[in-house]
């Protein structure tokens, strides 16, 4: 009686021991008998005792099974032990591999910086192909937002302000303030330029080919090309045209981005 008890309280320890694996296993694995008392675990926790045989021999003596369930215990706990560790290690990677992507993605986000320069201008346009108000000749009080993104340079500017400013506003001033802008195909275009009104064609040249007619929205597209233009001649590296939106009210207005 004392034997068959000690035997079922090495048993219990034993099943507790290899509890938190017993999903990942087959049953049952039947690896020894005392009278009508069997003992079955699984083949991960009891690698010592797949051999029925051998296994049989273990439990002829109480001492003999006893040092074979304690062994079987330590064998399960080292199993363990080096199973916990690999997933530590491999937890620890990932973290650091995560860390680093981290770092990178701030380093990337830090390295773009934009800046936006202001313009305003008045100028009138028509849109004869869409009819109804806007095929008379109107205006609008217009602005302009340019905003360019690249690397700081060791100074700690993209560009220098003023220079961008000071170029915008002269070609805007030259080109689009007080005057009218048209499309090249529209009818007005000979009695304005007999008048020696200011005018600017729309789809006759660069910067303006291919945009038939002053919408907001080609209009945003000129400006855009025009500051593109600019930054190609001053050759400033890394630096590109990001945003630019032109209002030609305070409900009205286009967005050219990247």
């Not at 296994?55 to 003999?64: A, E, K, L, P, S």
């Not at 330029?193 to 660069?206: C, M, P, Q, R, T």
Request: negative net charge; hydrophobic residues 40%; contains cysteine.
């Amino acid at each position: 009686m004392i034997v068959a008890m000690n035997f079922l309280a090495q048993a219990r320890m034993v099943y507790r021991a290899i509890e938190p694996c017993m999903d990942r296993v087959e049953f049952p694995l039947r690896v020894g008998d005392i009278g009508d008392k069997s003992l079955v675990m699984s083949p991960a926790a009891a690698p010592r005792w797949r051999n029925e045989r051998a296994c049989q021999d273990r439990v002829n003596t109480g001492g003999t099974f006893s040092a074979s369930l304690t062994g079987a215990c330590c064998e399960l706990e080292e199993s363990l032990m080096a199973e916990r560790t690999d997933e530590l290690a491999r937890d620890a990677t990932w973290c650091e591999e995560e860390q680093e992507v981290g770092r990178s993605e701030i380093r990337q986000t830090a390295a773009t910086t934009a800046i936006t320069v202001r313009h305003n201008f008045e100028s009138a346009h028509r849109l004869p192909q869409l009819g109804g108000k806007c095929q008379n000749l109107h205006g609008h009080s217009w602005w302009v937002e340019a905003t360019v993104a690249g690397e700081a340079g060791t100074d700690g500017i993209v560009v220098e302000f003023h220079d961008l400013k000071s170029y915008l506003r002269e070609w805007i001033d030259g080109n689009l303030d007080h005057g009218a802008m048209l499309g090249s195909e529209d009818e007005l275009v000979p009695a304005l330029k007999a008048a020696d009104s200011k005018v600017f064609l729309f789809g006759e040249a660069d910067p303006s080919f291919g945009l038939s007619w002053p919408t907001v929205e080609n209009v945003a597209e000129l400006l855009t090309r025009v500051t593109a233009g600019y930054i190609r001649s001053r050759g400033w590296p890394g630096v590109r045209v990001s945003r630019v939106v032109v209002r030609e009210t305070h409900v009205n207005a286009a967005e050219v981005s990247w």
